[in-house]
């Protein structure tokens, strides 16, 4: 299968979690040693490669990886949230490392 090549962030600057997003690629990025694209409100790009409720609407924000072969397929399209119901950017590290594992 095609290696990773580049991290694609969906997000919007307005976001709750938005700084918590940012802040996630931005790691795993210097951790995994990936390019890192951020999109700003690209709904059709999500429509296309994201992930989408029964509806086919899309939401954000949303991580998606470029593969070498050219195709791009999501990692991430929720925050986890801790006990305290907040943004746990550890446990969504390690969930978007084994997404990557099983690519």
Same mark, same amino acid.
């Given at each position: ?9 969906v997000t919007a ?7 918590? +997003? ?34 086919g609407m899309t +939401? ?44």
């Amino acid at each position: 299968m095609a290696k990773p090549k580049k991290l694609i962030l969906v997000t919007a600057e307005h976001h709750p979690l938005h700084k918590a +997003w940012t802040r996630l690629v931005e790691e795993l990025s210097s951790e995994l040693g990936l390019d890192v694209e951020v999109k700003l409100e690209d709904y059709v790009f999500l429509t296309k490669y994201g992930e989408t409720d029964d509806l086919g609407m899309t +939401w954000l924000p949303q991580l998606l990886v470029e593969l070498e072969d050219g195709s791009i397929r999501p990692l991430l399209s929720e925050m986890p949230l801790n006990d305290a119901y907040k943004a746990d950017p550890e446990k969504a590290k390690e969930v978007i490392k084994e997404r990557l594992k099983q690519l």
